[in-house]
């Protein structure tokens, strides 16, 4: 082939394809088909670093994720809706955001004061104790964890997993719990106005134990659980 290119001035090129056995076709396309566009090179590159990201997480990552370790692994810096358009010309399968139904709110009979207060920093353990849930999806079906952590060292305490987020799931954590910390005195238990947290059947084992019961504010359970922030940085590695 590039024997005939250099030729070409010399002979005829139908002369040179024949004797050097080229085919005209393959010789026009090797020399004269245009250069691959730079935009179109890039995103071959960035798609390649896409499946390599989605092989290494097992497909679990969205988009947002993907865009985030294509930053920090691989200094691409490229927006969000260029990830989407990636992702789809690879025919990635979506990450499925389907959450489990809320659970109806229900007025609770008793008061559900904020004695805490947002005093999250505490001078010894078995003072407070917070506490939250949330679900956990196992291919077509849900699952919810219970914890509670003591607010002095910041450490899970004891966690329960069950395929109901009902009263009996938060009952059966704290006894873990209490247990665990040998059945501690002077004890305040706090936690959002879920209706695991506000039913009788749980307020009595807490005034069985004569633990003091303590709610975050109505609305402002996000800011005022530390369990939540828990959740999150948990998310946020295990996606890592």
């Known amino acids: ?18 004797v050097l056995r080229v085919n005209r076709s393959t010789y026009y396309k090797h020399f004269h ?3 691959i566009p730079p935009r179109i090179s890039e995103n071959q590159t960035i798609k390649s670093y896409i499946l390599q990201i989605c092989s290494e997480h097992d ?15 691989y200094c691409v810096n490229i927006s969000i809706g260029r990830v989407y358009r990636l992702m789809n010309s690879l025919h990635l399968p ?5 959450k489990p139904p809320k659970t109806k709110y229900i007025q609770p009979l008793l ?3 904020n004695i805490l207060k947002q005093t999250f920093t505490q001078s010894a353990p078995n003072l407070v104790w917070c506490s939250d849930i949330t679900y956990l999806r196992v291919q077509n079906r849900f699952y919810y964890l219970c914890v509670i952590i003591d607010l002095f060292s910041r450490k899970v305490i004891s966690y329960k997993l069950s395929s109901k987020a009902d009263a009996q799931l938060v009952i059966d954590t704290f006894f873990e719990a209490f247990s665990k910390r040998g059945h501690p005195q002077g004890l305040m238990f706090h936690s959002d106005r879920g209706v695991q947290y506000t039913a009788l059947a749980f307020r009595k084992v807490l005034d069985n134990c004569h633990v003091v019961q303590s709610f975050s504010k109505k609305g402002a359970s996000l800011r005022q659980c530390r369990c ?11 996606n890592q």
């Open 1 to 18: 082939m590039t024997a005939v290119h250099q030729l070409r001035f010399q002979h005829r090129l139908n002369l040179l394809c024949k």
């Open 111 to 113: 008061d559900t004061n």
């Open 59 to 73: 497909m679990r990552l969205g988009a947002y994720k993907i865009q985030y370790l294509l930053r920090c692994d």
């Open 33 to 35: 088909s245009k250069a």
């Open 94 to 98: 979506r990450i499925s955001t389907r």
């Open 228 to 238: 939540r922030m828990f959740f999150q940085v948990s998310q946020t590695r295990r």
